[in-house]
């Protein structure tokens, strides 16, 4: 076999496999998340100390790998993307997302995660970042991966299976999962705006790096951004004391864990 050839097939493995295993890695998160939310968990909160805790682990990254940033002004605009790239990523996107979970189910939920490329394309094609060319093979890949991600979440969302119980079974049970498919439409309407927003994102982040092309030092003050964004709005619905209080619990489990996986990615 070419050598050449071999290697390229190496290299294509490591990336499905990397690929293949954020995705085992999300779905614990979804699964994480979902628990601690039906516990009460604030969502604002638990957002505020995941990204301030985010911005503290990609911190050495920016000031080994990009120290030259320091000789750069930041200027009002670079400023202003970043509040925005925090906004719609993170602070509405993940804001709606968790929403959503709560009120229906991660594998629910997951779906939505499946139909971004799909928003994505359309708004690319929309503020014409991106063009459709059905003639090239290149337009062809891309409607052809639009039509899978559509149709694998629409499978997964038709078809119902076994439920997956990761808390034994009690007298409330009944009750968590009557008002779960109570608000499954609110449900469905936060992680539709939730998708939306992703796709922004990555439109937003497409203009924030043209004007601050440094990506850890981008990471580290989106996640202060977003800190300071859901602590501000989730001081606006609630200031209960016990509402923002984090323990030794699965709560902290969530959010170590999810910023191990912001990290890794």
Known sequence: MDMGLLKKWFK?????????????FVTGMQLLSKVILREGTFIFALMAYRHIVAAICVAPFAFFFESSVKQIKLGWSVWFWL????????????????YGLRDTTPTYATNFLNLIPIATFVLSIITS??????????????TFGVIVCVGGALTASLYKGKAFHMRQHSHHSHITVNTTYAHWTRGTIMLAGSCLSCSTWFIVQAKLLKIFPFKYWATMLTCIMATLQSTGIGLFF????????????????????????????
């Open 238 to 265: 609630d200031r209960r004391a016990a509402s923002w209080r984090l323990g030794w619990n699965l709560q902290l489990v969530t959010i170590i864990y999810s910023d191990k996986l912001c990290a890794s990615c």
């Open 129 to 142: 970042i991106d063009k459709l060319n059905l003639q090239t093979r290149a337009g062809k890949v891309k």
């Open 83 to 98: 509040f925005v790239n925090a906004l719609t990523g993170i602070t509405s996107a993940m804001g709606l997302f968790y």
């Open 12 to 24: 294509w493995s490591e990336l499905v496999l990397a690929m293949v295993m954020v995705q085992i």
